[in-house]
């Protein structure tokens, strides 16, 4: 069992950055690969960024690539999704997400943290 609590969300302003968080309890955090996705109203969820248990492999949405940066810290526990020059259409609830392996698939991940919102005005 594996419990995720997402943290750093807010209101900011177009073009403003923002770091969200990850937390991760339970063992062996670093068997696992991280996702992050996003879900606007009346949307379905998407795919925002992955990355690979060991670092090497990092997968972004066309959306987002150049903007975003995903990162962890397995020491920590800990995934990071550094957001900049932020858009309103980046507005969304953002989730993270535990699976095997680095994938865009929502189905493919096993758990789930509960969302911050990120708001981003014009």
Partial sequence: QVQLVESGGGLVQAGDSLRLSCAASGRSFSSYAMG??????????????????NYGITRYANSVKGRFTISRDNAKNTVYLQMNSLKPEDTAVYYCAVGPIETVLPSTYNYWGQGTQVTVSS
């Avoid at 992050?36 to 248990?53: L, N, T």
């Fill in 36 to 53: 992050w996705f996003r879900q606007a109203p009346g949307k379905e969820r998407e795919f925002v960024a992955a990355i690979s248990r």
